[in-house]
Structure formats: C-alpha cells, structure tokens
C-alpha cells in the first residue's frame, strides 16, 4: 500500500492536522475500516430513532456496508491487474474515509461519446465526519471527500483516460459533486435507481487537479 502525506481540517479546533492518503487499500484494509464505523453508524441511528428524525433526512449512506461490499470484491481484489482501485484516507489512525472505484466498463456519456472513464462505485467519509444537526453532531475532520475525489481524477489521467471519471450521486451529494468537483449533471439515470448520473469531462478534470496544485 502506498501512501501520501496530506493534512484534513479537525472542526472543533478549525486546524489542519496531519493525514494520509492511501491508493492501494486492501481487502483487510476495508474491514478494518468497517469495524471502526459500524458501532457509530449504530449510534447515530439510536440517536435519530430517539428523537424521531424522520428516515427521510438521515445520512443516506448510512446503510452502506463495507463488510459486503469487500466481500464482493474478493474475486477482483484490488491489485495491479484488478480493474478496481480502493483508496482512503487515514488520520489519528483510523480510517476517515474510503474510495472504491473501477476502470472497465464504463464509457462517457459526455460528447464525444464512448471514450473510457474511471466510474466511482462508492466514495464515503467514516460517520463521525457527518454534520447532523438533527442529534446536535459536527463532523470530526472535513476536507476528505475531496481529497479522495482527486485520487480518483489522477487515477484516471494515469491510466490514459485524461481525468474523465463518473459516479451516481446520492440525491444530498449532488451538490457537492456540481460545486465542488465540477462535474456535468448529465440528468437522472432510469436504470440506476433514478440517481443522477455526473460526469468530470477532461477539460475540467485538468482544471481540478491545476487547482489543487496551486492551492
């Protein structure tokens, strides 16, 4: 597993603390990761069932589970001939959030349509990190899903896809990956749940990673 260093803001204090970006997580990476999560993804829902927060405002990644999803993985799992890629980040020795991505199978959908893309399948900050003002909770640390969004880009741009990467969004992501990622909402998607599908074409995604060079 190869690592970067990299800092995240911790909230309370509005300072950077030292982390670390990963872009080669194993399987046994993501479990750890999960057994970290889960008794607080727990809590949180106590939390919002105590105070009847209705289910329709809660964090609608909270269900995800990594466990599975790892599971899932264990026939492609994530090497150099894998066409997927885990990446994560990890500060005071825990994982603060985790990226699952793959590069076969996915074309744009951007004109000129066809062309290979990197397709992000999950991207998730640990649920300490969430803001939810329902049970009175502030993220830890923010500034994660950026980062890991750019692992992605640069993923990309190595492989000779020139940055061009597309996800589905959950509906309280989508302005996230408008603003912040820049990327096109090329609409709802009647195959995939309705979510919309959202594409970071190459002119932008030289764009994002400039940016980031310069910040």
């Not at 990197?118 to 649920?127: G, K, L, N, T, W």
Request: charged fraction near 20%; charge should be negative.
């Amino acid at each position: 597993m190869s690592s970067s260093p990299t800092r995240i803001e911790h909230v309370e204090t509005g300072k950077p603390i030292d982390a670390e970006l990963h872009d080669l997580l194993t399987l046994d990476d993501v479990l750890e990761a999960a057994a970290k999560w889960m008794p607080t993804k727990i809590q949180i829902v106590r939390e919002l069932l105590a105070r009847a927060v209705p289910q329709n405002v809660w964090p609608q990644a909270l269900h995800w589970n990594w466990v599975k999803k790892a599971a899932a993985l264990q026939p492609y799992a994530p090497g150099p001939f894998s066409p997927y890629a885990l990446f994560g980040l990890k500060a005071e020795d825990q994982w603060q959030g985790l990226l699952l991505g793959c590069c076969v199978g996915h074309q744009t959908r951007l004109a000129p349509t066809g062309r290979d893309l990197v397709y992000i399948d999950y991207v998730e900050s640990a649920p300490w990190n969430l803001s939810l003002a329902a049970i009175e909770q502030q993220p830890r640390f923010k500034g994660i899903g950026g980062q890991l969004f750019e692992l992605a880009v640069r993923w990309s741009d190595d492989l000779g896809f020139r940055g061009r990467v597309g996800l589905h969004s959950l509906p309280q992501s989508e302005g996230f990956y408008r603003g912040f990622c820049a990327m096109e909402d090329v609409g709802p998607d009647a195959n995939y749940q309705n979510l919309r599908y959202f594409e970071l074409d190459e002119a932008h995604a030289k764009m994002f990673l400039e940016e980031d060079e310069h910040a």
